[in-house]
C-alpha cells in the first residue's frame, strides 16, 4: 500500500507515520509546508526507512499535488495537513480559511483527477481520509455527547474552517465518488506536540517559573485522547471500513481545563525536587477568550462496534507519559519554541 500523508511532520501526523511505519509495510510520502508547528525531528527515528519518503509542498499548489500523485500513485489519503490553533485562528483566520479549506479543495481535486486516470481495480481501494476535529459540533451542555449525528455549530474560524472541509469532503464523495472516510477526534495530547497547546504550554512554563495561565474560569471541559491511541484507530478504520463513513473518535477522559493543569502540577511536583516548592502556585486565572466553547465530549459507539476499539491509556497514565517525555526532551522544546513564545496565550478577548 502507498500512503500519502498530509501534514506528517505536525504532532498527529508525525505519530500517524511512526505507527504506519512501525507496524505495515506500507510505504508512506509525507506532504508538509513545514509551517512553525512541522517538525522533522519527530519522525528522525524513522527518516531513513526505506518506505518513507518526505516532500516539501503547500498542499493549496494543486498541481504540485497533482504532479506527487500522479509520480506516486497512492491508494491511500490520510489528510491531517491544517492550521490548528484556536487562538491563532482569532487573531488570524484567514490562514486558517487558505490552509484547511482551500488546501483541502486542492487535495480533492487532485484526487479527483488522478482517479480519473487509474484502473477501476484501483480506484475501487482507493480512500481520501480527512481527519477532522470535534469541535466543528459546537460546545455541549452539562450532559451529552457529540455522535456521527451531530448538527453542524461551529464557533471559531479554525471550528469554522475544519467543518467547511469535512462538507468538502462528503460533498466530492457525492459528487464524483472519491471513497471517502472523515474521522472527528477529541483533544490530542502526547510527546512531540507542539509547544502552544495547553498540555505542553503548561509543562513548560511551570519549569520556567512563568505564570500558567487558564482561560476564565478554568470550568470548560475536554475530552483527551492520547495521539497514539488515535492513530492507532486511524490505521485500523482505513484498513478495514466501509468507504462513505464518519467517525467519531473519543478519549472517554473528560476533564475541566482546571484539573488538567492541576494534575499536570500535581505530577510534575512528585518528579521534580525544588525545595518543596508547588507547581500549583503557578497557576493564574486570566481573561477568557471569545467563541470558547465550554465542552466536549464524543460518543465512541461507532468505532467500538466497527472495530471494537477503546483507547489503552487512561488520562491518568497518558499524562504521566506525556509529561516524562517533555521532562526528558527540554532540548527539544528550547528548540521548537525559538519559532513561538510559549509564555502568553492569544485570542483574549478585548475589553
Known sequence: MKVIVTGGAGFIGSSLIRHILNNSNASVVNIDK?????NLESLEKIEKNKNYKFVKVDIIQQDKIYK????????LVMHLAAESHVDKSIDSPLSFLETNILGTFSLLEASRK???????DKKKNFCFHHI???EVFGSLGEKGFFNEDSQYSPN???SA?????DHLVRSWGSTYGIPYLITNCSNNYGPYQYPEKLIPTTIINALKGNDINIYGTGENVRDWLYVEDHVEALWEL???CDRGQTFCIGGNNERSNLEVVQEICTIMNQIIDRDKSDFLKQIRMVQDRPGHDMRYAIDTKKIKSCLNWKPKETFTSGLEKTVSWYLENQDWCERVSVKHSTENRLGLKKN
Open 238 to 240: 482505513v484498513n478495514n
Open 34 to 38: 513545514l509551517t512553525y508547528a512541522g
Open 114 to 120: 488522478y482517479l480519473n486516470d487509474i484502473g477501476l
Open 161 to 165: 474552517s475544519k467543518a467547511s472541509a
Open 132 to 134: 477532522s476535529t470535534d
Open 68 to 75: 506527487i500523485f500522479q509520480k506516486e500513485k497512492p491508494d
Open 156 to 158: 471559531s474560524p479554525y
